[in-house]
Nanobody, 117 residues
Framework: QVQLVESGGGLVQAGGSLRLSCTAS????????LGWHRQAPGKQRELVAS??????TNYSESAKGRFTISRDNAEVTHLQMNSLQPEDTAVYYC????????????WGQGTQVTVSS
């Protein structure tokens, strides 16, 4: 089992910034990709950004140029979100993949991000 705990969500005005953090613990974490997904009311969950053990990153089109994912080590990842817009309002979930794979296996409880106009 892998446990994921997110922090850093909150309420911000449009144009503002937030930094989300996620700490993983439990089973072997080496080899797992960590990622951030989000789900807005009435919408499907979508991948926002991910980062591999080697630091390779992937972003959704809406995140490119505004969000930056980083990783301290096998256990900790951050998502720096700048120029936030009301459409970024969602619950943001941290996730961990299967080792050396691209299937999301474990999920955090989520943290609410609300952007006011």
């Amino acid at each position: 089992q892998v446990q994921l705990v997110e922090s850093g969500g909150g309420l911000v005005q449009a144009g503002g910034s937030l930094r989300l953090s996620c700490t993983a613990s439990g089973e072997i974490l080496n080899g797992r990709t960590l990622g951030w997904h989000r789900q807005a009311p009435g919408k499907q969950r979508e991948l926002v950004a991910s980062i591999t053990m080697f630091g390779d990153t992937n972003y959704s089109e809406s995140a490119k140029g505004r969000f930056t994912i980083s990783r301290d080590n096998a256990e900790v990842t951050h998502l720096q979100m700048n120029s936030l817009q009301p459409e970024d309002t969602a619950v943001y979930y941290c996730a961990a993949s299967v080792p050396w794979g691209n299937i999301w296996r474990y999920w955090g409880q989520g943290t609410q991000v609300t952007v006011s106009s």
